[in-house]
């Protein structure tokens, strides 16, 4: 089966990497280590697009920082690295390229779906799957993920702990100061 290879060319430095497969593009891209400035070649270097053109990456999203400045179009996962990293926050705002619509990020349906309390680059792993790691005969990629998770359950278990302790001390406030038990 002849399988389409890729290149990428770095805006920053000139740098072509290649060839490479679709899924390791992709993982590239999740990890936010493609920017939308680089340039991509399915065609052994003889063409080259923009990486935002190429459907398969799917960077169909800009971020509007707090200064105006726009950023992308970008993929959801290096979003979700940004937040991780600390460089942008839930409130900025995202417009869809395709079919420009604006949100802030903390509306939109994919971000209040994850756990977005205890991002990390850790944690941060959706669409970030390379080829390598899944060849990984130890398992070890595996391993990390399970890792990952179970701290992230943690986590989550000590929010919640949290959120009960400050209901019931709410409540306990509440039946004190009226006498009666809340609806």
């Known amino acids: 089966?002849?399988?389409?290879?890729?290149?990428?060319?770095?805006?920053?430095?000139k740098e072509v990497y290649g060839p490479i497969d679709?899924?390791?593009?992709?993982?590239?891209?999740?990890?936010?280590?493609?920017?939308?400035?680089?340039?991509?070649?399915?065609?052994?270097?003889?063409?080259?697009?923009?990486?935002?053109?190429?459907?398969?990456?799917?960077?169909?999203?800009?971020v509007q920082m707090p200064d105006n400045y726009l950023y992308g179009p970008t993929n959801v996962a290096t979003i979700q690295e940004f937040l991780a990293t600390g460089e942008?926050?839930?409130?900025?705002?995202?417009?869809?390229?395709?079919?420009?619509?604006?949100?802030?990020?903390?509306?939109?349906?994919?971000?209040?779906?994850?756990?977005?309390?205890?991002r990390s680059a850790a944690t941060t792993l959706l669409g970030t799957q390379r080829s390598e790691d899944v060849r990984d005969p130890a398992g070890n990629q595996y391993q990390r993920r399970i890792s990952a998770l179970e701290k992230q359950v943690m986590e989550l278990q000590r929010v919640v702990d949290e959120w009960q302790q400050a209901y019931h001390g709410l409540r306990q406030?509440?039946?004190?100061?009226?006498?009666?038990?809340p609806m």
């Open 173 to 181: 406030q509440f039946v004190e100061a009226t006498g009666c038990e």
């Open 1 to 13: 089966m002849n399988e389409r290879t890729w290149h990428l060319l770095k805006a920053s430095d």
């Open 88 to 118: 942008i926050d839930e409130n900025v705002t995202i417009i869809n390229c395709l079919d420009n619509t604006e949100a802030r990020l903390s509306d939109l349906g994919w971000f209040k779906a994850s756990p977005h309390q205890v």
């Open 22 to 62: 679709l899924e390791t593009l992709r993982g590239w891209a999740a990890d936010a280590k493609v920017s939308p400035l680089d340039k991509i070649s399915s065609d052994d270097r003889m063409s080259w697009q923009r990486a935002p053109m190429i459907a398969e990456l799917q960077m169909d999203h800009l």
